[in-house]
C-alpha cells in the first residue's frame, strides 16, 4: 500500500538537507513573530487588535510577494535542472519589477490615507486610530521584504536554502530586540507604543536589504548582472506573466481571502476580543505550520529540477511520499499544539498576553480546530505548492487552491458572522470546511499524472 514511501538512495537525506534550512528559517520568523505579538500585546488588547488590523491589507501584500516568489521558483528551478543561468537572472529581474512596483503602491496608500483606507477593515475609532499608526510606517517594510525574498528565492529554486535562513534570522533578531528598545522606551529612546514596534519592522528589513546587496557583489555561485535584471526581455515577461502570474494570482486571491475572515471578525460584537485572540492563534498557526511549508518548498525544488533535468518517470512516486510525510507532521505537531491549548496555554501564555477571559476562550477554541486539521491542512500545503505547482501544474494549483476558500468558506463565515451572527465558534468552522474540499479535489489530480509539465519549453 506504502510501496511508493521507497525511494532511490540519498532520497529522504536529500530531503532533510533541503527542508531543515527552510523550517528553521520559518521557526526563527514565527517564533520572533510571537515575541513580538507578546510585546504589543503587553500595551493590551486594544493595541494588539490594532496591529492585526493594520496586517489585514499588510498580508494581503505579503501574499503577493509570496505569490511572486513561488511563480519565480517554478520557473527558476526548472531552468536550475537545466543549468541555464542567464533565464534564471531575466527571471529574477521580472520578479523584482513586479514584487517592488505592487508592494510600493500599497505602501504610498497607507503613508497618505492610513486612517480612510485601514477604515474598511474594522469598526472600533480606537483601533483604526492606533492601526493607522503602525501601518503607515511599516507598509514600507515589505518594499524592502520585496526585495530580499526574490533574492533568497532564487538561492532556495538553486538547492541554497541557507542564505534564507542566515539573512531571515538576523533580521527578525534584530526587529525583536529594536521591537524591546522602541516599544517600550528601553535604552533611553522614546516609548513609541505601536508605532515603535512599526520602526523596528522597518529597520530590521533595511538591514535585509543591505545583506542582500553585499551578498549579490561579493558571491561567486550565481552571479548577478544587472542589465538582465533591469532589463530581464518581453520573452521571459511573457513566460512569467503566463506561469508564474497564475501562482501570483493564487497567493494574491489566498491572501485576499484569508484577510477576508478577521474583516469578519472585526465587524462581529466583541471584535476587539476576537481580533485579539485571531492574533494568538494565528501566530501559533505560522508555528506549527513551519514542517509543511518546508517540505512544500522542497517538493517544488526537488520536482522542477527533476522536470528542467528530464528524469520524470517516478515523480508520481515522489509526490505521494513527500505527501505522507505531510500528514505524519501534521498529525504530531496538531497533537502537540492540542496538548499546548489545554494543558500550558491557560496557565502560561494567556496571562503574558493579558487576554480577558473572553478573549482567552475564543483563543482556545480557535487553536483547537487548528489543531484538529493540521494533517488535512498539511497534505493539501505540500500537494498544492509544493507538488503540484512544482511540477508546474500552475492553473489546476491555483483553481484547487483558491476556489474552496472562495465559493465555499468565505460565504460559510460570512453567512454566520455577518448574517445568522452566530458565535466565533461557526465562523472559524470555515477553515476545516475549506481543507475538506482541498483534499478530495487535489488527491483526484494527483492520482491523474496530469500535473508534470516542462514550464522551460517555448
Request: glycine fraction near 8%; hydrophobic fraction near 55%; charged fraction near 10%.
Amino acid at each position: 500500500m506504502f510501496a511508493f514511501m521507497k525511494q532511490k538512495p540519498g532520497f529522504y537525506r536529500q530531503v532533510v538537507l533541503l527542508a531543515t534550512p527552510i523550517v528553521l528559517q520559518n521557526l526563527i520568523t514565527s517564533a520572533l513573530g510571537m515575541a513580538d505579538t507578546f510585546m504589543v500585546g503587553m500595551l493590551g488588547e486594544a493595541p494588539m487588535a490594532a496591529v492585526t488590523l493594520a496586517n489585514i491589507p499588510l498580508f494581503a501584500v505579503q501574499m503577493f510577494i509570496f505569490g511572486v516568489q513561488s511563480g519565480s521558483s517554478v520557473l527558476i528551478s526548472q531552468y536550475w535542472g537545466k543549468q541555464e543561468m542567464e533565464s534564471i537572472n531575466r527571471v529574477l529581474g521580472v520578479a523584482l519589477w513586479v514584487a517592488l512596483g505592487v508592494s510600493s503602491v500599497v505602501a504610498v496608500v497607507l503613508l497618505i490615507c492610513p486612517v480612510e483606507f485601514l477604515s474598511l477593515f474594522g469598526n472600533e475609532p480606537e483601533v483604526i486610530e492606533l492601526a493607522a499608526q503602525y501601518g503607515s510606517i511599516a507598509g514600507f517594510s515589505f518594499v524592502c521584504n520585496a526585495f530580499t525574498m526574490m533574492y533568497v528565492a532564487a538561492y532556495r529554486s538553486m538547492e541554497r536554502p541557507q542564505l534564507g535562513m542566515y539573512i531571515l534570522g538576523a533580521s527578525m533578531t534584530v526587529n525583536t530586540f529594536l521591537n524591546w528598545v522602541f516599544i517600550f522606551g528601553n535604552l533611553g529612546a522614546p516609548a513609541l507604543g505601536v508605532r515603535g514596534a512599526a520602526v523596528a519592522t522597518l529597520t530590521a528589513r533595511l538591514l535585509e536589504v543591505s545583506i542582500v546587496i553585499l551578498h549579490m557583489m561579493k558571491n561567486r555561485f550565481f552571479r548577478v548582472h544587472l542589465h538582465l535584471l533591469l532589463q530581464p526581455g518581453m520573452d521571459m515577461t511573457r513566460r512569467f506573466l503566463k506561469y508564474g502570474g497564475l501562482v501570483v494570482c493564487n497567493e494574491t486571491m489566498w491572501g485576499l481571502g484569508t484577510s477576508v475572515f478577521p474583516t469578519i471578525m472585526g465587524h462581529m460584537a466583541g471584535s476587539t476580543e476576537i481580533l485579539a485572540a485571531y492574533t494568538i492563534a494565528g501566530n501559533m498557526e505560522k508555528i506549527v505550520m513551519v514542517a509543511s511549508f518546508g517540505l512544500a518548498s522542497t517538493a517544488a525544488i526537488i520536482i522542477g529540477r527533476e522536470i528542467g533535468a528530464g528524469r520524470q518517470d517516478r515523480l508520481l512516486d515522489v509526490g505521494k511520499a513527500l505527501n505522507t510525510l505531510a500528514v505524519a507532521c501534521g498529525a504530531v505537531l496538531g497533537g502537540l499544539l492540542l496538548a499546548l491549548v489545554w494543558l500550558a496555554a491557560p496557565i502560561w501564555i494567556y496571562p503574558l498576553f493579558k487576554l480577558s477571559s473572553k478573549a482567552a476562550s475564543v483563543a482556545s477554541i480557535m487553536m483547537t480546530v487548528m489543531a484538529l486539521q493540521m494533517p488535512l491542512k498539511d497534505f493539501n500545503t505540500v500537494n498544492i505548492v509544493g507538488v503540484l505547482r512544482g511540477g508546474g501544474d500552475v492553473r489546476a494549483a491555483t483553481l484547487i487552491d483558491i476556489s474552496p476558500l472562495w465559493l465555499v468558506a468565505i460565504p460559510y463565515a460570512a453567512l454566520c458572522g455577518l448574517v445568522l451572527k452566530t458565535s466565533v465558534f461557526w465562523v472559524y468552522l470555515a477553515f476545516p470546511l475549506e481543507q475538506v474540499v482541498k483534499f478530495f479535489v487535489g488527491i483526484h489530480r494527483l492520482r491523474s499524472g496530469k500535473w508534470v509539465r516542462d514550464l522551460t519549453q517555448a
